[in-house]
């Protein structure tokens, strides 16, 4: 199938935007000490990833050529977007690129010129640190990558935290693309620098430590994520980090800067990849939940944006030279799109159990039955699923309140609709959608042909959520039962068929005896064939889209 795609909640606070901070005028210009941040609440389309295009510095005379070049961004950062001063720093570098002079890291420090000796200190210090790093890497015939940022950061640093605060102040205000080196960046030397999930970690984490600090400035983190061509590569960085989510934290404050880019651009896929990178952001925590998405549109919205982006079979990804990253992302998206669902699992079966074009997704308007087979397929009924923890929590937990919302929703709904009206039919094939989602999800797992203990963990996991989540009807509880002793047991005399799509086709004929036995009691119905209608609805329109 080809996609067409492009609890209660806390108490909802101001979503206000901070203004856009003016960029500063020239690289020598001196500015006062950030002040320290105030202490923070602790509570779709296709993704489109253009590659990035390595260092491609020519100079001819006074021409400067420096097209789709990185390092272009990078020197506008620190030449704060003056072109004069960005042109003159681009051809003192000449062709050894940005690490070739190690001598940007004075930017930082001199910035700091009237700040107290301590902070001008550790400046220093972290400086002198990168700039024996990237020299000691050059000799070696290598690049600055991962091993420098773990030698900096990591557990047997040489520095104080008030000199790690430095170091990475000083990576993302003047060479933000170490942060998230986790494509093929080729230097000079023709070398590439792959970043694992645990570094990633490690720099989000300590981009957190720095910002709440007060080293790392809200205008210097949005200038950060000015840098990064593709949005949602700075997002998935932060969103990697355990410290990063809380309001008015590093995910908060980039997130509310790709929504206002989101919002300012007219080039329509730019805004595609910077509302995926606020979705992303929005949904990393239950308190961003609360504090920046307040509305039932808002949270449907973020949820179809993110659950769009998790594909059991992501090719090429984010990341082309980085398999374990390109897992770690899928496991993010899932894991956010899984927080949210648990959230609000009610409001999003009242919005897409549809087969309609969903309003939550303007560019390529996927069918409401999209999204949910695509989130149901990379969580419920995926082998990541059964591992992925979501806020400390295993994943099952948070999916059997998203999944008991809804099921009671939609039961309930019908059931209290006069019998035999058209807005009660219209209720039941709502019903039937849904499940019919679940369906189109088993199916394309199926498909994957997963290897049997992938199927076994994705089984176990469809078999526990349903169980402790779905009362009704009451027939599903034998044949998940059945199923999960199949899975543990596989060895007995069990007749149950351990397979994914046999379980999602039983727990739906489970259900239709239960909607059957409804009938039984209100004759003048048409549940029965209102939910399969809207089950057989689902079928069609898959067809339609495997066919082409």
Same mark, same amino acid.
């Given at each position: 199938?080809?996609?067409?795609?492009?609890?209660?909640?806390?108490?909802?606070?101001?979503?206000?935007?901070?203004?856009?901070?003016?960029?500063?005028?020239?690289?020598?210009?001196?500015?006062?000490?950030?002040?320290?941040?105030?202490?923070?609440?602790?509570?779709?389309?296709?993704?489109?990833?253009?590659?990035?295009?390595?260092?491609?510095?020519?100079?001819?005379?006074?021409?400067?050529?420096?097209?789709?070049?990185?390092?272009?961004?990078?020197?506008?950062?620190?030449?704060?977007?003056?072109?004069?001063?960005?042109?003159?720093?681009?051809?003192?570098?000449?062709?050894?690129?940005?690490?070739?002079?190690?001598?940007?890291?004075?930017?930082?420090?001199?910035?700091?010129?009237?700040?107290?000796?301590?902070?001008?200190?550790?400046?220093?210090?972290?400086?002198?640190?990168?700039?024996?790093?990237?020299?000691?890497?050059?000799?070696?015939?290598?690049?600055?990558?991962?091993?420098?940022?773990?030698?900096?950061?990591?557990?047997?640093?040489?520095?104080?935290?008030?000199?790690?605060?430095?170091?990475?102040?000083?990576?993302?205000?003047?060479?933000?693309?170490?942060?998230?080196?986790?494509?093929?960046?080729?230097?000079?030397?023709?070398?590439?620098?792959?970043?694992?999930?645990?570094?990633?970690?490690?720099?989000?984490?300590?981009?957190?430590?720095?910002?709440?600090?007060?080293?790392?400035?809200?205008?210097?983190?949005?200038?950060?994520?000015?840098?990064?061509?593709?949005?949602?590569?700075?997002?998935?960085?932060?969103?990697?980090?355990?410290?990063?989510?809380?309001?008015?934290?590093?995910?908060?404050?980039?997130?509310?800067?790709?929504?206002?880019?989101?919002?300012?651009?007219?080039?329509?896929?730019?805004?595609?990849?910077?509302?995926?990178?606020?979705?992303?952001?929005?949904?990393?925590?239950?308190?961003?939940?609360?504090?920046?998405?307040?509305?039932?549109?808002?949270?449907?919205?973020?949820?179809?944006?993110?659950?769009?982006?998790?594909?059991?079979?992501?090719?090429?990804?984010?990341?082309?030279?980085?398999?374990?990253?390109?897992?770690?992302?899928?496991?993010?998206?899932?894991?956010?799109?899984?927080?949210?669902?648990?959230?609000?699992?009610?409001?999003?079966?009242?919005?897409?159990?549809?087969?309609?074009?969903?309003?939550?997704?303007?560019?390529?308007?996927?069918?409401?039955?999209?999204?949910?087979?695509?989130?149901?397929?990379?969580?419920?009924?995926?082998?990541?699923?059964?591992?992925?923890?979501?806020?400390?929590?295993?994943?099952?937990?948070?999916?059997?309140?998203?999944?008991?919302?809804?099921?009671?929703?939609?039961?309930?709904? !019908?059931?209290? /609709? *006069? #019998? +035999?009206? @058209?807005?009660?039919? $219209? &209720?039941?094939?709502?019903?039937?959608?849904?499940?019919?989602?679940?369906?189109?999800?088993?199916?394309?797992?199926?498909?994957?042909?997963?290897?049997?203990?992938?199927?076994?963990?994705?089984?176990?996991?469809?078999?526990?959520?349903?169980?402790? !989540?779905?009362? /009704? *009807? #009451? +027939?599903? @509880?034998?044949?998940? $039962? &059945?199923?999960?002793?199949?899975?543990?047991?596989?060895?007995?005399?069990?007749?149950?068929?351990?397979?994914?799509?046999?379980?999602?086709?039983?727990?739906?004929?489970?259900?239709?005896?239960?909607?059957?036995?409804?009938?039984?009691?209100?004759?003048?119905?048409?549940?029965?064939?209102?939910?399969?209608?809207?089950?057989?609805?689902?079928?069609?329109?898959?067809?339609?889209?495997?066919?082409?």
């Amino acid at each position: 199938m080809t996609l067409r795609t492009t609890k209660q909640l806390p108490s909802i606070r101001s979503t206000a935007l901070p203004a856009a901070a003016r960029l500063k005028q020239a690289a020598t210009a001196q500015t006062a000490p950030a002040r320290p941040q105030r202490p923070a609440s602790r509570d779709t389309f296709e993704l489109k990833t253009p590659k990035k295009a390595g260092p491609q510095l020519q100079l001819s005379g006074t021409h400067l050529n420096a097209a789709a070049s990185l390092q272009l961004k990078t020197a506008a950062t620190v030449a704060h977007a003056n072109p004069l001063l960005t042109q003159a720093r681009l051809a003192a570098l000449g062709g050894k690129g940005i690490l070739g002079t190690l001598g940007l890291p004075g930017t930082r420090f001199n910035s700091l010129d009237g700040a107290p000796t301590a902070r001008r200190g550790d400046a220093q210090t972290a400086a002198e640190l990168y700039r024996q790093q990237a020299l000691e890497a050059s000799n070696a015939g290598g690049a600055y990558g991962a091993d420098e940022v773990y030698a900096a950061l990591g557990p047997d640093s040489p520095l104080t935290q008030a000199q790690k605060d430095e170091y990475i102040a000083l990576l993302a205000t003047e060479h933000p693309e170490l942060l998230t080196q986790s494509a093929e960046l080729p230097y000079t030397d023709g070398a590439t620098v792959v970043y694992g999930p645990e570094t990633q970690k490690l720099i989000a984490d300590a981009i957190a430590h720095a910002h709440e600090a007060g080293v790392l400035s809200d205008a210097e983190l949005r200038e950060t994520a000015s840098t990064f061509e593709n949005p949602t590569e700075f997002a998935l960085l932060l969103a990697l980090g355990d410290d990063t989510g809380e309001v008015g934290g590093p995910l908060d404050v980039v997130g509310q800067y790709y929504q206002q880019q989101a919002g300012r651009t007219d080039d329509p896929e730019a805004a595609s990849r910077y509302r995926v990178a606020t979705a992303l952001a929005f949904t990393s925590s239950e308190a961003l939940i609360a504090e920046r998405l307040p509305t039932e549109e808002a949270r449907v919205k973020a949820f179809s944006t993110v659950a769009l982006q998790i594909d059991e079979q992501f090719q090429g990804g984010i990341y082309p030279s980085a398999e374990a990253l390109n897992a770690a992302a899928q496991d993010q998206f899932a894991e956010n799109a899984t927080r949210l669902f648990g959230l609000a699992g009610e409001e999003i079966a009242r919005n897409l159990a549809t087969t309609t074009d969903s309003p939550f997704n303007s560019e390529s308007a996927p069918r409401g039955t999209d999204i949910l087979a695509q989130f149901f397929a990379g969580t419920l009924l995926s082998p990541r699923g059964s591992e992925l923890q979501v806020d400390g929590r295993p994943a099952s937990e948070v999916l059997t309140r998203g999944f008991e919302a809804a099921y009671n929703y939609l039961w309930s709904q !019908a059931e209290s /609709l *006069p #019998p +035999g009206s @058209g807005s009660q039919n $219209e &209720a039941f094939q709502k019903v039937g959608v849904f499940l019919g989602a679940v369906d189109i999800a088993a199916e394309r797992v199926e498909r994957q042909e997963l290897e049997p203990e992938e199927e076994s963990k994705a089984l176990k996991l469809l078999a526990d959520v349903l169980l402790d !989540a779905v009362k /009704l *009807p #009451p +027939g599903v @509880g034998p044949i998940a $039962e &059945a199923l999960l002793d199949q899975v543990l047991n596989p060895d007995s005399n069990n007749t149950v068929n351990p397979s994914i799509e046999n379980f999602a086709q039983q727990y739906i004929q489970a259900y239709l005896d239960r909607v059957s036995d409804y009938e039984d009691l209100h004759p003048e119905t048409e549940a029965t064939n209102s939910v399969e209608n809207g089950y057989q609805e689902t079928q069609i329109e898959d067809q339609q889209d495997s066919d082409g």
